[in-house]
């Protein structure tokens, strides 16, 4: 990799394949019975969560091969099975097209340029938080963990501000007396860290 990001995109790209190997554990939670389970997204249920994050894969594989996000997802009914099959497919297509990319250190998302490792950096942040949604709308016990969970804790200031708020994250919750750096993380983006799934629901 000879772009102009050089280490600091290195090691953004390590913290984006330990944010979708952590996501892609919850994948195993996953079966017709949970997709019309309700998640931490208050719109969305485990189905439209898992079309959202099979497009934001789709779309960070796309930054690396093609240097541009511009992305129109077609959307169509896929059973569970199928559907968990396509994301662990954009999982890994992802993962190969930010280790081989060899380009400038520049990505266009919506025609505005934005550095690669912002990218991928901004990309490991959403997709370890909506693996910690699909794990906790389906009942269940995958916390992020603390090591990736302090990583992203460190950088998501630089792009998550006030100006986000209440359109792309939602208030900054209360994060418990106990709090690791996970429960700060998803606090810090709005979620309640004590959200569980679908008992919450049939109580």
Known sequence: MTGTGGAPLLGGVDLLERAVRYAMGGLDLV?????????????????????HLEDSLAALAEAADLGQVALTPARREQPAADLV??????????VRSWRRRD?????????????????????????????????????????LPESLA?????LVPLFVTAADRPHRFGPVTHEGPDAG????????????PAWRGRSRWSA
């Open 85 to 94: 099959g396509s994301l662990r497919r954009h999982a890994a297509r992802l």
């Open 150 to 154: 302090r990583e992203l804790l460190a």
């Open 31 to 51: 079966t017709p019975a949970t997709l019309t389970w309700p998640t931490p997204c208050p719109d969305w249920d485990v189905r439209a969560l898992l079309h």
């Open 181 to 192: 750096a996970g429960e700060f993380l998803l606090a810090y983006l709005g979620r309640d």
């Open 103 to 143: 380009g400038p250190d520049l990505v266009a998302v919506a025609g505005c340029p934005v550095t690669a490792t912002l990218v991928v950096v901004t990309g490991a942040v959403e997709i370890a938080v909506h693996g910690w949604d699909l794990a906790v709308a389906c009942d269940g016990d995958h916390p």
